[in-house]
């Protein structure tokens, strides 16, 4: 009976699992060119439609924010440099989302800031105490 139940669900998750999986073989790929060609028409066509547009923030929470800012962080201080000052301070100010480290109590030293675009997600400033 235990063994008909495992051998149920093991094969109930590989057809799962294989249903789900892709490959470039099965998606269309627009190419590098197609990109070129979307990237030019953004730059010069203003018309164009655009979710972004200035009035609306698009970045509307915290925790979309931060993680939006992790990976950049990661990339420039390090993974492990940037967790450890973990839980985050983010505060929406001005349309900005404000976003920092924390130190344990008696530390020395300092945190990340970065300061990241409510409306357009564009990061304004990058940088690290000593």
């Known amino acids: 009976m235990m063994k008909n139940i495992v051998i149920y669900f093991s094969t109930l998750f590989l057809l799962t699992f294989s249903a789900c999986a892709q490959t470039k073989s099965d998606r269309v790929i627009l190419g590098k060119s197609y990109a070129q060609q979307e990237l030019k028409s953004s730059l010069t066509n203003k018309k164009q439609h655009n979710v972004i547009d200035y009035k609306s923030m698009i970045i509307k929470d915290s925790v979309t924010a931060i993680n ?13 440099n940037i967790i450890e000052q973990k839980p985050y301070e983010a505060y929406l100010i001005d349309g900005y989302w404000l976003i920092n480290g924390t130190l344990p109590k008696g530390y020395m030293g300092g945190t990340f800031l970065i300061i990241i675009n409510a409306f357009d997600g564009k990061i304004i400033k990058i940088t690290h105490g000593k």
Do not use: H, R
């Open 68 to 80: 939006m800012a992790e990976p950049v962080l990661f990339s420039v201080y390090g993974k492990s």
